[in-house]
Nanobody
């Protein structure tokens, strides 16, 4: 089993920055993919950014140039640096780990961007 614990959410004004962290523990293998998804009220959960252990990244078009994903493989931790935040970035942000045939989710952290 794998546990993921997110931190770093909060309330910020438009144009501000936040940094999310997600620490994984448990039965973790190398070669996994870690990423961030978000879900706004009334909307489906969507990919924000994901990164393989080898460093390959994918970003949603809406966050390219503003958000940066990074990870520390030795600590099974993934980060999301969010700059130039917009009110439409308001959502619950979830960490996800994919390894072998399984996916694991964190409990989510709220990000609220005020205009």
């Amino acid at each position: 089993q794998v546990q993921l614990v997110e931190s770093g959410g909060g309330l910020v004004q438009a144009g501000g920055s936040l940094r999310l962290s997600c620490a994984g523990s448990g039965r973790i293998f190398s070669g996994n993919t870690m990423g961030w998804y978000r879900q706004a009220p009334g909307k489906q959960r969507e990919l924000v950014a994901r990164m393989t252990s080898g460093g390959t990244t994918n970003y949603a078009d809406s966050v390219k140039g503003r958000f940066t994903i990074s990870r520390d493989n030795a600590k099974n931790t993934v980060f999301l640096q969010m700059n130039s935040l917009k009110p439409e970035d308001t959502a619950v942000y979830y960490c996800k780990m994919e390894q072998v045939y399984y996916s694991y989710w964190g409990q989510g952290t709220q990000v609220t961007v005020s205009s």
